[in-house]
């Protein structure tokens, strides 16, 4: 009933390769050699929840990294059809990922959202991630020096709404664990502390750590 009535979240999955090693990653020790589902599963999924979902509800395009697996997959174009697909569905696709991709490809988020409808990335960044380039692990030791990490996603939003004409924002997502639970209020205030900033991102989602998948416990050695 209450997916049938109200807005709710959904996702898919199945691209399941990311780029990263992070500490707390969900995903099996085989997801990097999962296959990439093809695009008509990919829309089965999407119709599935459809089904369930209230129209403008809620829908995560999720797995591993999304656009990493796109990417290695050399099938960029099909995931902006995925997106595409999803927005004339009737549902509001949110597209998950840690961002490298598109820090690399700015070019490709002004796609996702011309092409692909997209209007709602999600940004992952906290101390957990492991393989960023520029922030190696062994020298992230609080949040506050992801600040300039999080400061290039701010303006690469901000660019991409200026280049497309469209005003779209993302969300942040943090995995909180004992060792950045304390930190969380940083977080917030560097958020909050310049409007620009509010302007990309509109949400904050932040997740409890979950002993699954490739998880790693916070007393084993950084990577």
Known sequence: VVGRHLTQCAYTLGPSYC???CSHCYLPPNANRAPLPSLEQMKAQIDANRRLLGHAGNL???????IDAYFRADRPDELIEVIRYAGESGVVPMLMTHGQKLLE?????DRLVLEGGLRKPA???DVTQAGRPGFPKREVETERD???LRQQFVDLILESRRRTG?????AHTVTVTGRNLHQVGEVIRWLT???SRLQAFRMISLQPEADVGRTRRE????A
Request: no cysteine.
């Open 219 to 222: 007393n084993e050695a950084k």
């Open 105 to 109: 490809h700015p070019d490709y988020l």
């Open 166 to 170: 469209v005003r779209f924002s993302a």
């Open 193 to 195: 502390a310049e409007p």
């Open 60 to 66: 995560q395009i999720t797995g591993g990294d999304v």
């Open 123 to 125: 940004i992952h960044v």
């Open 19 to 21: 780029s990263f090693g």
């Open 146 to 148: 992801l600040h300039p």
